[in-house]
């Protein structure tokens, strides 16, 4: 579904990302951990282009991008993405933010999307903020919608660039709710989340980044339980 | 009270002129305006475009522009203009603070459309839309609505900056305060009355914005 080879990426003299290799399944949920500046959302920003690579390559179903022949634009309407701080469009309500994506990219006619928005804010529990602006919400029902955004486009995958690292405790479980439902649905996802707990229950793989390298891939149990790398078995330590 | 006496005098002698003249300078701040807006949105999209050459062009464009004295910009363009094509006092005044105020304008829209959240424009990204479409849809409009206070400011300035076309005999509010000045020698009055017509247009303009502001973010 998603594949990334030898990625490396630089900012100036900073090398964040020394070398990737992931390649997530369909169906898929895969969390990225670290410490802050570890690379993890670097890496997600690569793998929507919100970044350039320096090298290595990236493939969407099969198909290898080239950044600078392939339109983006096109490439990323397949590669959701949900920001740590919602990124709603201020100036329109909340269903107007989750249809405007499909009428101006994928020119679906306006009724059609209407439709399809509503479902979605149904889907996320909002259906009757559909009218409001996203300014008199709260920062779980944002970023819930900023979810319903991302699905109106159906993408192929859906990355999370820390979904609740913004909300306030008690609005998180709402969130992770949204996400954990989508997972079982067979979203395929790459989630950066400090959240151990949504690790453990719903990621079928956990990969930790240490200074821009893969130094830990496994599943929850034995990412949990047996860890190899001794920053890992530190890093539990600290969030457990 | 005698001054008070004076000024009241002079108003009710001057007011059909004044009157008259007064609506040359809305006339003429009206055009300005309307040019300044287009300029300056051509020129703010010159400045943020990604083209070296229509950048560089915008920049020398503000920088002449704000770096020269508008009364200048007035003489030059009126005589300059002039020698080529046949242009009324109006259309030359006109023109020099619609040119003039493109500059200020430009920086205004510049500033506002770079000062909206990149958030957004990646949110917008992240979506699929291209980088037209991200900002006619989602950072202009933002963009826009955060000018209205500083373009309003803009406005006001005009409003006061026509007075100086009267150099090139445009019978607007200013010189029509000269002309009466000089012919009923009560200069200390006259001029008072002509500042009260602008002070009392700059009111109602900033009254008439004030609503228009608040009206914008009942709606959002």
Same mark, same amino acid.
């Given at each position: 579904?998603?594949?990334?080879?030898?990625?490396?990426?630089?900012?100036?003299?900073?090398?964040?990302?020394?070398?990737?290799?992931?390649?997530?399944?369909?169906?898929e949920?895969?969390?990225?951990?670290?410490?802050?500046?570890?690379?993890?959302?670097?890496?997600?920003?690569?793998?929507?282009?919100?970044?350039?690579? $320096?090298?290595?390559?990236?493939?969407?179903?099969?198909?290898?991008? $080239?950044p600078?022949k392939?339109?983006?634009?096109?490439?990323?309407?397949?590669? @959701?993405?949900?920001?740590?701080?919602? $990124?709603?469009?201020?100036?329109?309500?909340?269903?107007?933010?989750?249809?405007?994506?499909?009428?101006?990219?994928?020119?679906?006619?306006?009724?059609?999307?209407?439709?399809?928005?509503k479902q979605?804010?149904?889907?996320?529990?909002?259906?009757?903020?559909?009218?409001?602006?996203?300014?008199?919400?709260?920062?779980?029902?944002?970023?819930?919608?900023?979810?319903?955004?991302?699905?109106?486009?159906?993408?192929?995958?859906?990355?999370?660039?820390?979904?609740?690292?913004?909300?306030?405790?008690?609005?998180? @479980?709402?969130?992770l709710?949204?996400?954990?439902?989508?997972?079982?649905? @067979?979203?395929?996802?790459?989630?950066?989340?400090h959240?151990?707990?949504?690790?453990? $229950?719903?990621?079928?793989?956990?990969?930790?980044l240490?200074? @821009?390298?893969?130094?830990?891939?496994?599943?929850?149990?034995?990412?949990?339980?047996?860890?190899?790398?001794?920053?890992?078995?530190?890093?539990?330590?600290?969030?457990? | 009270?005698?001054?008070l006496?004076?000024?009241?005098?002079?108003?009710?002698?001057?007011?059909p002129?004044?009157?008259?003249?007064?609506?040359?300078?809305?006339?003429?701040?009206?055009?300005?305006?309307?040019?300044?807006?287009?300029?300056?949105?051509?020129?703010?999209?010159?400045?943020?475009?990604?083209?070296?050459?229509?950048?560089?062009?915008?920049?020398?464009?503000?920088?002449?522009?704000?770096?020269?004295?508008?009364?200048?910009?007035?003489m030059?363009?009126?005589?300059?203009?002039t020698?080529?094509?046949?242009?009324?006092?109006?259309?030359a005044?006109?023109?020099?603070?619609?040119?003039?105020?493109?500059?200020?304008?430009?920086?205004?829209?510049?500033?506002?459309?770079?000062?909206?959240?990149?958030?957004?424009?990646?949110?917008?990204?992240?979506?699929?839309?291209?980088?037209?479409?991200?900002?006619?849809?989602?950072?202009?409009?933002?963009?826009?609505?955060?000018?209205?206070?500083?373009?309003?400011?803009?406005?006001?300035?005009t409003?006061?900056?026509?007075?100086?076309?009267?150099i090139?005999?445009?019978?607007?509010?200013?010189?029509?305060?000269?002309?009466?000045?000089?012919q009923?020698?009560k200069?200390?009055?006259?001029?008072?009355?002509?500042?009260?017509?602008?002070?009392?247009?700059?009111?109602?303009?900033?009254?008439?914005?004030?609503?228009?502001?608040?009206?914008?973010?009942v709606?959002?």
């Open positions: 579904m998603l594949k990334g080879s030898n990625i490396h990426k630089s900012f100036g003299d900073l090398e964040v990302l020394k070398g990737i290799d992931l390649e997530v399944a369909p169906s949920v895969v969390v990225l951990v670290g410490v802050s500046g570890s690379g993890k959302s670097t890496l997600l920003r690569c793998f929507n282009f919100l970044e350039h690579i $320096n090298q290595g390559t990236i493939e969407i179903d099969g198909h290898e991008v $080239n600078k392939d339109k983006l634009s096109k490439i990323r309407a397949e590669v @959701g993405m949900v920001f740590q701080h919602f $990124n709603l469009f201020p100036h329109m309500t909340v269903l107007e933010n989750v249809i405007e994506a499909p009428i101006i990219v994928k020119k679906m006619k306006k009724e059609d999307a209407i439709v399809l928005g979605l804010l149904e889907k996320v529990g909002l259906s009757d903020k559909a009218d409001v602006y996203p300014s008199k919400l709260s920062g779980g029902q944002k970023q819930r919608v900023a979810i319903a955004r991302s699905l109106a486009m159906e993408p192929k995958v859906l990355l999370f660039d820390e979904p609740t690292s913004a909300l306030d405790p008690e609005l998180v @479980g709402e969130v709710e949204v996400m954990q439902q989508l997972a079982l649905e @067979g979203m395929t996802m790459i989630v950066v989340t959240e151990m707990k949504f690790a453990r $229950n719903v990621a079928n793989r956990i990969i930790m240490d200074e @821009g390298r893969i130094i830990e891939s496994a599943d929850p149990e034995t990412f949990f339980g047996n860890p190899t790398h001794e920053r890992t078995k530190q890093f539990i330590k600290l969030v457990d | 009270m005698e001054l006496k004076t000024i009241f005098e002079v108003f009710m002698n001057t007011y002129g004044f009157l008259e003249a007064m609506l040359i300078t809305l006339q003429i701040t009206a055009v300005a305006l309307i040019l300044g807006t287009v300029f300056g949105l051509m020129f703010a999209l010159m400045k943020i475009s990604r083209s070296r050459i229509l950048q560089t062009i915008a920049n020398v464009y503000i920088t002449i522009i704000r770096g020269t004295p508008l009364i200048v910009q007035i030059f363009l009126y005589f300059g203009i020698t080529l094509v046949v242009l009324s006092g109006f259309w005044g006109a023109i020099a603070l619609g040119i003039h105020n493109g500059a200020y304008i430009a920086e205004i829209f510049r500033g506002a459309i770079q000062g909206i959240d990149k958030g957004q424009r990646e949110a917008s990204s992240s979506l699929g839309m291209t980088r037209a479409q991200s900002m006619r849809r989602i950072v202009f409009p933002q963009a826009l609505k955060r000018s209205i206070p500083p373009l309003g400011n803009q406005f006001i300035i409003l006061k900056d026509s007075s100086l076309v009267y090139i005999s445009v019978p607007e509010l200013f010189a029509m305060a000269n002309r009466e000045a000089a009923n020698f200069s200390l009055e006259t001029y008072l009355v002509v500042g009260g017509y602008y002070l009392v247009l700059v009111m109602i303009f900033t009254y008439l914005l004030r609503w228009y502001e608040n009206k914008l973010d709606d959002k």
